[in-house]
Nanobody, 116 residues
Framework: QVQLVESGGGLVQPGGSLRLSCAASRSIFSINIMGWYRQAPGKERELVAT???????NYAESVKGRFTISRDNSKKTEYLQMNSLKPEDTAVYYCMCRTWNQDVYWGQGTQVTVSS
């Protein structure tokens, strides 16, 4: 079992930045993939970014060049640095992880609102 707790969401103006954090309840050395998804009102949950245990990253086209995913295994935490935020980035952001056993865990979500 892995519990994930997100933090760092909030209200930001267009063009601004936020950094989301996701703290895991246990070591993430054995976790293969960690990532971020988001869900806007009336829309399906969509992939934002993922990072493997080896550090390989994958991004949705809509966030490439603006968002950066990272993980710090020593702190059991993954991050999502979001720059140049747009109103269309407004959503609830969820962190997730997938273990080598293919078990998937989700955080409770954190709201990000981009508005002037």
């Amino acid at each position: 079992q892995v519990q994930l707790v997100e933090s760092g969401g909030g209200l930001v103006q267009p063009g601004g930045s936020l950094r989301l954090s996701c703290a895991a309840s246990r070591s993430i050395f054995s976790i293969n993939i960690m990532g971020w998804y988001r869900q806007a009102p009336g829309k399906e949950r969509e992939l934002v970014a993922t990072i493997t245990s080896g550090g390989s990253t994958n991004y949705a086209e809509s966030v490439k060049g603006r968002f950066t995913i990272s993980r710090d295994n020593s702190k059991k935490t993954e991050y999502l640095q979001m720059n140049s935020l747009k109103p269309e980035d407004t959503a609830v952001y969820y962190c997730m992880c997938r273990t080598w056993n293919q078990d998937v865990y989700w955080g409770q979500g954190t709201q990000v609102t981009v508005s002037s």
